[in-house]
């Protein structure tokens, strides 16, 4: 994994928030993290974590502080507006809430083309054909491209977005708990859509969630962030079957499973040592 | 939300897109406002040729005529042809109108989005300028301009335009606010839009219907303000007709002839009316082009015939709770939310309602405490609880049970409580409303409360407020207020679902531990698998509002009676081979039909 050049490293990142009444939270706390082209990186955390923030930066919507961004050998961390709008075609972006995602009074044609408009010399027709092909990609019927949003369920809303953002073939896709808001025989479709998405396409994919099953389902390299600090980094399984850092084996500890008998035992075993978490404030 | 359901209907043929015009054409109230404008329109513009007099002529033996065959609309004091000057009247109005309209359109507009778009100095600048011209007394104004100009109608209908924009950016920049935060402005900035193409194709789109609303409302405004304005004497001078002008020479005989008023009042009021009827139709036909519903319950599976109802099971005495033959309809549709259910809760019992979005779980368990959202019913239904039987359909009834009976917990425990009230409040006023301890004893019950959900500083959290706290925490003071009146049963909708693991965790070994303490029974909607496994007893599977199975948590985990209980849980990516496709329901569904 480390004999090709990473696509994207993440330096030393550091985020303050300036809050009202002079108060500073420090979202990232010198954040080191690389991703390789075709590689699916895990992001893990809770609220508070800073996970979102990282993808933040990377998108532009939020400014660093200390640290940088290399893209693809470039510095993007203070990358120009004129320079951002061309990176849209790089770097794309699915969010968690299929439902504000998209913009209920555009059809899903004209949200699909526009990642498109960097692209010279692309006729109307061509649009079109860029738009079908897609659709088709992610499992939607034809005529989607002449509806709106409110027509579809939450599930293929989220194939819709997933369509805007590969329609342009990036390199990277920032995916922002994007099966958080799905249910389970949606999540599954959405996740497997991923999958062979990455797959045929050599895309690589910061996928960022609060759920360690959900992320060892797609990628082979996780990362563990509590409280803007990464705790803990490495290959999945490894990470899942041999925790090191008490944060990340708290985490496992404390996701339930789907087997009544192994989950209570698990539950005793988290009673039993001191490895409870401090009280939430 | 099935995904089949999703695609058989995206699939189902769609009405071919329906024009902004065509669409505007099917609102009867609409099409009387264009043609009345329209007729209006015309007629001004063929003033000089169908006019059947010169609106000046003035016929002295013929003054104050009401309608004859030779004036259809009568004559005024000077005998001239009341017909005649409406309609010579009728192109100075509609051009003061589009003057103002256009002038106050594109300022509003222009400005108002481009406030709330970029906010910052330049929004700062812009409210408070804004602040400035509604401030100034409008009428004032517009006589000082009329009174420069030498009685210029473009020039006053120039400033009402740009008077009545400061209004406009107002409405127009507070709209673009809410939509500047929306995640698909965000979208499209990643997707490389600039702020123009964002502007025009994002923002004004999504707030077409409010600034249609305003501009038509301010173009009513207009026509009143352009007939005062002739009213007075200015703008355009007299005799030279114009409506306003009309409305005074009616005025000055309103006694000797009231029906001089009629012609021009009427033009007038009608137009006023036609303008924000045109507004609303505009409005709404834009609206109808991308809020149309992809019709969920297309795929529905229709039977060829209902069922018979099913024998009512007879209540099972050992429960502390038995629902017998729900059924939950929204307004209007005849496919049920909720298709007779029964179950019985024991006593001591965790039970696990189990089930994706509109399975009707979360419904099923909020009719039993008569909170159904408003547009959906109970339309047959019967509890058995506290050794009294209850109608479901008649919400009010369930009041009583509400806190003593059956205790609730919600999904988002913020919202659950008032910003406004101490978190000790929330507590003390259920205590002392329903529980009649008096203001000092309530304090120390409430107290006393939050240590039970174990809560390490009671008195510093009952004196803060609900946003000083964590999202953990609020859930415990939501459980601490449903178990305040000592509840039998504990109702719980999927109460750790917004939370992080780490605290979900915390909070199911707390309502387990509670249940056992406390000897309640405990009814918890979930669709999470694991919670299901970690605090559950037994598992009930709803799928579109019915029944699926139910079974002890250890023998549906390991032997699943019904495969759509079968493909729920291999759908969940803990049984899976990292990596490796994910068996969807959908798969499952196309081998066989499901349906309970």
Known sequence: MNDVAPLLMVKDLGVTYHLKGGRRFEALKGVNLSVAPGETVG???ESGSGKTTIGRVILGQTMAQTGSIIFNGDDITHASRARRRAL???????????????NPVRSIGQTLAEPLIGEAGLTRTAIATRVADILQKVGMPADTASRYPAQFSGGQRQRIAIARAVIARPKLIICDEPVSALDLSVQAQVLNLLNQLQREMGLSLLFISHDLTVVRHVSRRTIVLYRGEIVEEGATESLHENPQHPYTKALLAAAPIPDPARQRARREQRHAPDLTPAQDR | MSPQAGSASAAAPSAAPVSLLRRLLARPLAVLALSWLGLVLVASLLAPWIAPYDPLDQ???NMRQGPTLAHWL???????DLLSRLLYGGLPALTGIVEALVVAGLLGVGIGVTAGFYRGRYDRFIVQAVDLVMSLPAIVVLLSILSIFHNSMFAAMISVGLLGSAGIIRVVRSATLAVGSE???EAARIAGLSDFAIITRHVIARIAGTIIVQLSLFAAVVVLIQTGISFLGLGVPPPAPSWGGMIFDAASVLNNDAFMLVPPGVTVALSVLAFAL???GLRDGLAERWMQRGGAGVTTPNRASAPPPAPMLAPNPEAVLSLRGLVIHAQGRSQPLVDGLDFDLMAGETLGIVGESGSGKTLSVLSTIGLLPSGTVVSAGEMLVNG?????SDPRRLQGLRGTVLGMIFQEPMAALDPCFTIGTHLTEVLRARGGLSRRAAKVRATELLREVKINDPEDVARRYPHQISGGMAQRVGIARALALRPKILIADEPTTALDVTVQAEILDLMRALATSNNMAMLLVTHDWGVVADICDRALVL??????????VAEIFSAPQHPYTAALLRANPHNAVPGAELPTVADVWQQQALIP
Request: proline letters at 4%.
């Open chain 2, 59 to 61: 016929d002295l033996l």
């Open chain 2, 278 to 280: 045109i507004g609303d």
């Open chain 2, 74 to 80: 009568g004559t005024d004091a000077l005998g001239r």
């Open chain 1, 88 to 102: 849209g075609r790089d770097i794309q972006v699915v969010f968690q809430d299929p439902y504000g995602s998209l």
């Open chain 2, 388 to 392: 009294g039987r209850h109608d479901l």
């Open chain 2, 183 to 185: 995640l698909y402005i």
């Open chain 1, 43 to 45: 992001l893990v955390g």
């Open chain 2, 543 to 552: 799928y579109r509002g019915k029944l699926v199975e139910t079974a002890p």
